[in-house]
């Protein structure tokens, strides 16, 4: 069956970076792109881009910008994301998730647990 | 970007009674070329991940049970639950992916009363 396993909850203090892996089982992992999303306490989903695992191309949304970098490992079937210049609004679960098949670009139908990053001094 | 709106904030519906969850969008995800609405719901319980319930609007997801439908049109969605189940309650987002970036609703947190 088709998984996403996410490392574990991280804190770190502001200025500093976090890198969040997903790992894919159960699938090709280089036949769909991984999305990451994240949700800051009590609050709504966000986008944040994606990762082609087959190429390596990626897309971030304009608000992440030149603090993100989205990379895999496809001898192990893991997507990363490293999120630099930690601020304390940067404190929410991130989640990774794979890209339904389909005519569209954002649909998702299987997502990693989830990993807590706290940011704090 | 679009902005998503859902009303209202928390509803509190008794066992098997209708729930309904309202979306707005503040542009059309309508595609006039293929007549589709690029708009989904997820379910989303305590310390999980969303799940996808609804695309196109009306579609079902493979394995969601027929009490969940969702309806709407352009700029204005529907979530309907015909007979609220235990297992229903949860935090409901709708999300649009018509246009770069894709975009939620805040949520509707859904009880049993």
């Known amino acids: 069956q088709v998984q996403l396993v996410q490392s574990g909850a991280e804190v770190k203090k502001p200025g500093a970076s976090v890198k969040v892996s997903c790992k894919a089982s159960?699938?090709?992992?280089?036949?769909?792109?991984i999305h990451w999303v994240r949700q800051a306490p009590g609050q709504g989903l966000e986008w944040m881009g994606w990762?082609?695992?087959?190429?390596?191309?990626?897309d971030y949304a304009q608000k992440f910008q030149g603090r993100v970098t989205m990379t895999r490992d496809t001898s192990i079937s893991t997507a990363y994301m490293e999120l630099s210049r930690l601020r304390s609004d940067d404190t929410a679960v991130y989640y990774c998730a794979r890209l339904r098949v389909g005519d569209y670009d954002f649909l998702w139908d299987y997502w990693g647990q989830g990993t807590l990053v706290t940011v704090s001094s | 970007d679009i902005v998503m709106t859902q009303s209202p904030d928390s509803l509190a519906v008794s066992l098997g009674e209708r729930a309904t969850i309202n979306c707005k969008s503040s542009h059309s995800v309508l595609d006039s070329s293929n007549n589709k609405n690029y708009l989904a719901w997820y379910q989303q319980k305590p310390r999980q991940p969303p799940k996808l319930l609804i695309y196109?609007?009306?579609t079902r997801e493979s394995g969601v049970p027929d009490r969940f439908s969702g309806s709407g049109s352009g700029t204005d969605f529907t979530l309907t639950i015909s007979s609220l189940q235990a297992e229903d309650v949860a935090v409901y987002h709708c999300q649009q992916y018509y246009l770069t970036p894709p975009t939620f609703g805040p949520g509707t947190k859904l009880e049993i009363k």
């Open positions: 196109w609007a009306s």
């Open positions: 159960g699938y090709t992992f280089t036949g769909y792109y």
């Open positions: 990762i082609n695992p087959n190429s390596g191309g990626t």
